[in-house]
T-cell receptor
Framework: EDQVTQSPEALRLQEGESSSLNCSYTVSGLRGLFWYRQDPGKGPEFLFTLYSAGEEKEKERLKATLTKKESFLHITAPKPEDSATYLCAVGYNQGGKLIFGQGTELSVKP | DTAVSQTPKYLVTQMGNDKSIKCEQNLGHDTMYWYKQDSKKFLKIMFSYNNKELIINETVPNRFSPKSPDKAHLNLHINSLELGDSAVYFC?????????????FGPGTRLTVT
């Protein structure tokens, strides 16, 4: 069964405390691994797409990496404004279908 | 400049009523989607249209009917609303010819059925 699982469900960090979020998947016909950020009351905001194992993408304090079975979102020296829910999704080989994980709610305290 | 917009932002209605949600994108994309996000924040695709043609139709009750008058608009009509339809509905768009299927989401419509 196609599945995307994110861990942890919630993560509390102090400002400057680096950590990683995990996204593991079992999907046949993978068409990319996507990371989104969702702020309360808003729609998901696109962050990264990764296509193949070994690929990395960076944006400010965020770095996404991909292996054959999972992806990591590394957050370096986070700030309170990084607080949000981070969603992982896999592109399924069926006309743009994305399968989302349940998200990791990140809270960064000053 | 709003890329993907939805109306209304909030919708409160009674069971049995019929309601519609509208979505418009100005990104020049040719594919649009409807997603449902439940109370546990789980986001699940419902429908996808490419150039006004339905290409994804997940297991959704027949009470939900999408309509795409042109490739910049995708509306969602819901008949005979039920309590379980309460959720946040998101519209999204992408360029299907792009290998990435990167999707851009609207702000959401919070539907509450009482």
């Amino acid at each position: 069964e196609d599945q995307v699982t994110q861990s942890p469900e919630a993560l509390r960090l102090q400002e400057g405390e680096s950590s990683s979020l995990n996204c593991s998947y079992t999907v046949s016909g993978l068409r990319g691994l996507f990371w989104y950020r969702q702020d309360p009351g808003k729609g998901p905001e696109f962050l990264f797409t990764l296509y193949s194992a070994g690929e990395e993408k960076e944006k400010e304090r965020l770095k996404a990496t991909l292996t054959k079975k999972e992806s990591f979102l590394h957050i370096t020296a986070p700030k309170p404004e990084d607080s949000a829910t981070y969603l992982c999704a896999v592109g399924y080989n069926q006309g743009g279908k994305l399968i989302f994980g349940q998200g990791t709610e990140l809270s960064v305290k000053p | 400049d709003t890329a993907v917009s939805q109306t209304p932002k909030y919708l409160v209605t009674q069971m049995g009523n019929d309601k519609s949600i509208k979505c418009e994108q100005n990104l020049g994309h040719d594919t649009m989607y409807w997603y449902k996000q439940d109370s546990k924040k789980f986001l699940k695709i419902m429908f996808s249209y490419n150039n006004k043609e339905l290409i994804i139709n997940e297991t959704v009750p027949n009470r939900f009917s999408p309509k795409s008058p042109d490739k910049a608009h995708l509306n969602l009509h819901i008949n005979s609303l039920e309590l379980g339809d309460s959720a946040v509905y998101f519209c999204a768009s992408s360029h299907r010819l792009d290998r990435s299927y990167e999707q851009y989401f609207g702000p959401g419509t919070r539907l509450t059925v009482t």
